[in-house]
């Protein structure tokens, strides 16, 4: 209804605004320009004038002449045509010397002043209204919600009736949902607490990687305890206008306190409590007056008891200390990626509509998935549906999975491209270089497929290990065979083309930044020591990168890079002596690449055996 009445607002306003123009340059076009006084003395000599009124403005000499013509179009209503004279009494003689005395003297009428302006201020009133409707609307988001709307919040709620989504529908997470149960507990029975004293924690953050789970996680507790939700988005705060955030944060908690016992979740709430004073805007950013609401909010004077509050995000590292604190956001929750039980456990979740074929191993496909978290196994199993729907099938079966796992690992394969035979031949080479060194060092393979098909990255191929353990860290051999499977390519095609290209430049790119690391973050030398000189972490704000300066000197500087000049020189050395060994194998490995285009697992082991 508000819309509807909107609507016919905005075209009453372009109605007045059309009538105003209309009214102002409407006396002008009432002047025929192209009528001068031959035409007339043409048309008095043919009869066709009725009658003629000369109407000389006041003071000056000049005037219009209405002059009204025997209409053949309908002879009872004259025509008339409005002339401009410069000089009436002038016009009056070349009447008189025509013989015409079917003439008036008279004045021009006055108007008044308003009557002058008001085109005018129907035009700018017009413009002026059409110009706040859309300021109220750019401050509103493109919403159209009127300007007495902007400090209204935001928040989606959902009935305790409305929740759907329980503990149960969330796979894996068992230790976080053990540590979420507690809130539950207070939720549904908070006199056990309060009894023996206990304050339940007033916030939970929960952190982890994109897609680990945590929006669902935090639906679950309220589906959980049966209390309301309230959903928002940390940008959902932040508006054009100064001050507009800081109200949203109140009527916010306002709506929260009057729905208690409830959860409010925060989703992405870096957006709104970034470090203060990180940005160019200083202390009177809109942004961080938001935040100050907010920090009052959560442990202010107010009471908000039976409010929980809780918030997502993946750059904990970012947040301002003070919404850390005891009081404000007291539990810290990590969702991290699934291992191998808890991605079969998501696997079953994701397939529960999706029909299977005999042949596919799911127990299999958790074990070569590792790394993924919830949304990319989603992602997986949805590409392998649209495969099995792309040829005609009714069930998914393992190629399709299979695949599935190369376009979401990789990108999709550009088998239309035209690629000459000389480079298909280098591509070859450089893959089958990579693969062997992953096959024979022991703790990077094995291998799950090799391709010389172009990729959607740009890539002319591509050689994709197989992870089949989830590892908490990196090991320094690990690292260190990792850069000797990145210099494989380049090492092979210098081998057998006595030539380099560029294909390996992203290859150099990887082994500099991983030889980098281990000096600088992990102190892996002996030469520099167990220092950390990686301040990579401290410079996530705007002001404070570009005031950062190096905290070593340029003798250390020197060092870095000569160590990391010497693993890699001394990685390479070792890959090269490996496939120099090999050479028999790297040529079958090419040749079947060539004939193939992209091989298997299988098909790649049965070289060595």
């Known amino acids: 209804m508000r819309?509807?009445?909107?609507?016919?607002?905005?075209?009453?306003?372009?109605?007045?605004?059309?009538?105003?123009?209309?009214?102002?340059?409407?006396?002008?076009?009432?002047?025929?320009?192209?009528?001068?006084?031959?035409?007339?003395?043409k048309d008095i000599e043919d009869g066709k004038v009725v009658s003629i009124t000369l109407q000389q403005a006041r003071e000056v000499p000049t005037g219009y002449v209405r002059i009204r013509l025997v209409n053949p179009e309908d002879t009872s209503k004259p025509k008339l045509v409005v002339m401009a004279t410069p000089n009436v009494a002038e016009t009056e003689?070349?009447?008189?010397?025509?013989?015409?005395?079917?003439?008036?003297?008279?004045?021009?009428?006055?108007?008044?002043?308003?009557?002058?302006?008001?085109?005018?201020?129907?035009i700018f009133g017009a413009m002026f209204i059409l110009f706040i409707i859309l300021m109220n609307r750019q401050a509103a988001g493109g919403g159209g919600v009127p300007r007495n709307d902007f400090g209204r919040s935001r928040a989606r709620l959902h009935e305790k009736n409305e929740i759907t989504v329980n503990f149960d529908s969330v796979a894996g997470l068992k230790e976080e949902k053990e540590e979420l149960s507690e809130i539950v507990d207070f939720l549904k029975e908070p006199a056990k607490y309060t009894e023996l004293g206990a304050r339940i924690p007033k916030g939970?953050?929960?952190?982890?990687?994109?897609?680990?789970?945590?929006?669902?996680?935090?639906?679950?507790?309220?589906?959980?305890?049966?209390?309301?939700?309230?959903?928002?988005?940390?940008?959902?705060?932040?508006?054009?206008?100064?001050?507009?955030?800081?109200?949203?944060?109140?009527?916010?908690?306002?709506?929260?306190k009057a729905n208690a016992p409830c959860i409010v979740f925060i989703d992405e709430i870096d957006a709104v409590a970034r470090h203060r004073g990180s940005g160019l805007g200083g202390g009177h950013d809109e942004r961080e007056q938001t935040l100050n609401q907010l920090l009052v909010e959560m442990d202010g004077f107010g009471n908000n008891e039976g409010i929980i509050v809780m918030a997502a995000t993946n750059r904990v590292d970012i947040l301002d200390p003070a919404i850390m604190r005891p009081g404000r956001f007291d539990r810290k929750v990590y969702v991290g990626r699934p291992d191998v039980k808890a991605r079969r456990e998501i696997l079953d979740v994701h397939i529960k509509?999706?029909?299977?074929?005999?042949?596919?191993?799911?127990?299999?496909?958790?074990?070569?998935?590792?790394?993924?978290?919830?949304?990319?196994?989603?992602?997986?199993?949805?590409?392998?549906?649209?495969?099995?729907?792309?040829d005609g099938r009714k069930y998914i079966i393992q190629e399709d999975i299979n695949k599935s796992f190369v376009k979401v690992g990789i990108g999709t394969e550009k088998r239309s491209r035209v690629v000459s035979e000389k480079e298909r031949k280098i591509t070859a080479y450089h893959e089958a270089g990579h693969a062997i060194l992953f096959h024979l060092l022991p703790d990077v393979g094995p291998v799950h497929t090799?391709?010389?098909?172009?990729?959607?990255?740009?890539?002319?191929?591509?050689?994709?290990?197989?992870?089949?353990?989830?590892?908490?860290?990196?090991?320094?051999?690990?690292m260190l065979q990792d850069i000797m499977v990145d210099l494989g390519g380049r090492i092979a095609e210098e081998l057998i083309f006595n030539d380099v290209t560029t294909g390996a430049s992203q290859d150099l790119k990887q082994a500099t930044k991983l030889a980098r690391a281990m000096i600088m973050k992990y102190g892996?030398?002996?030469?520099?020591?167990?220092?950390?000189?990686?301040?990579?972490?401290?410079?996530?704000?705007?002001?404070?990168?570009?005031?950062?300066?190096?905290?070593?000197?340029?003798?250390?500087?020197?060092?870095?890079?000569?160590?990391?000049?010497?693993?890699?020189d001394d990685c390479y050395s070792k890959a090269k002596g490996i496939i120099n060994d090999h050479m028999a194998e790297l040529h079958k490995i090419s040749e079947l690449l060539l004939e193939k285009e992209r091989i298997t697992r299988e098909e790649f082991e049965s070289v060595f055996d």
Do not use: C
């Open 3 to 41: 819309s509807t009445r909107r609507g016919i607002f905005l075209y009453l306003i372009l109605i007045l605004a059309v009538v105003g123009i209309w009214m102002f340059y409407g006396r002008v076009s009432i002047v025929d320009e192209s009528y001068n006084k031959n035409q007339l003395i």
């Open 93 to 122: 003689s070349l009447l008189n010397e025509a013989g015409f005395t079917k003439y008036t003297v008279t004045e021009v009428p006055a108007e008044s002043f308003l009557k002058e302006l008001l085109p005018l201020l129907l």
């Open 204 to 256: 939970i953050i929960l952190v982890g990687p994109p897609g680990t789970g945590k929006t669902l996680l935090a639906k679950a507790v309220a589906g959980e305890a049966g209390v309301p939700f309230f959903s928002i988005s940390g940008s959902d705060f932040v508006e054009l206008y100064v001050g507009i955030g800081a109200a949203r944060v109140r009527d916010l908690f306002a709506e929260a």
């Open 353 to 390: 509509n999706k029909p299977l074929a005999d042949d596919v191993d799911l127990e299999k496909v958790a074990r070569t998935t590792s790394g993924f978290v919830g949304a990319d196994l989603e992602n997986l199993m949805n590409e392998a549906a649209i495969a099995a729907a792309k």
């Open 450 to 478: 090799v391709s010389i098909i172009p990729t959607g990255n740009s890539a002319a191929g591509y050689t994709m290990p197989l992870e089949q353990d989830d590892n908490m860290f990196l090991t320094k051999n690990k």
């Open 524 to 568: 892996m030398s002996d030469k520099i020591g167990l220092i950390s000189l990686d301040n990579e972490e401290e410079e996530v704000y705007i002001a404070r990168e570009m005031a950062h300066a190096r905290s070593y000197g340029e003798n250390v500087a020197t060092k870095i890079d000569e160590e990391v000049k010497s693993i890699i």
